[in-house]
């Protein structure tokens, strides 16, 4: 996935994110059906963000950004734990 995929997915994911709470609020969404959609879409973003640092960070230093592989939800959100 290059820099111009990932950011389309992830601009993507954030009008997903408007979408479910404006369907929300509209009452054509529960909450518990928003909160999960919300996490799943939360954490795909953060894997996005995640792989679009690191194929920045591997162009900064020379090596190829196509190198960079997206790593695991689980890897992702223990970040700062």
Known sequence: MNEDNI???IAA???REHTLRGRREAGALDE????Q???AAEVELDQCWDLLRQRRAKRDFG???DDAVPRS????ESYLQ
């Open 7 to 9: 950011l389309s997915r």
């Open 13 to 15: 994911l954030v009008d």
């Open 32 to 35: 518990r059906t928003e909160r």
């Open 37 to 39: 959609e919300l996490h």
């Open 63 to 65: 090596e190829d950004p």
């Open 73 to 76: 939800a689980s890897a992702v």
